[in-house]
């Protein structure tokens, strides 16, 4: 079965930092591309970072690089996002996602090249 469970979310100061994690199990994250997207109420969701399988490419949009980064310990088979100058509008629930072909060739994350999720973690900036 598989699964990706994220955590690590919560309520964060302006400026603040916060580290969520997405625990993979059914499936190898050296063999798949994985992302994170995020989506805050009344919004599409979005891509704010990927990393390719072998883990020797990152993408960012414009509105998060520089501030987040993506990276993954394969024999934890688990996935991190690193935030930090966290600002309100990156307040969302934010997704952990599987390519849907193995050793995809990507770039920035988007909606339609993953097709496994998990259930996401609330991060809230707010002072």
């Known amino acids: 079965q598989l699964q990706l469970v994220e955590s690590g979310g919560g309520l964060v100061k302006p400026g603040g930092s916060l580290r969520l994690s997405c625990v993979v199990s059914g499936f190898r994250v050296d063999y798949y591309a994985m992302a994170w997207f995020r989506q805050a109420p009344g919004k599409e969701r979005e891509g704010v970072s990927a990393?390719?399988?072998?883990?020797?490419?990152?993408y960012y949009p414009d509105s998060v690089k520089g501030r987040f980064t993506i990276s993954k310990d394969n024999a934890k088979n688990t996935v991190y996002l690193q935030m930090s100058s966290l600002q309100p509008e990156d307040t969302a629930v934010y997704y952990c996602?599987?390519?849907?072909?193995?050793?995809?060739?990507?770039?920035?994350?988007?909606?339609?090249?993953?097709?496994?999720w998990g259930q996401g973690t609330q991060v809230t900036v707010s002072s």
């Open positions: 996602a599987k390519s849907a072909r193995p050793l995809a060739r990507i770039g920035l994350p988007r909606l339609n090249d993953y097709d496994i």
């Open positions: 990393i390719t399988a072998s883990g020797g490419n990152a």
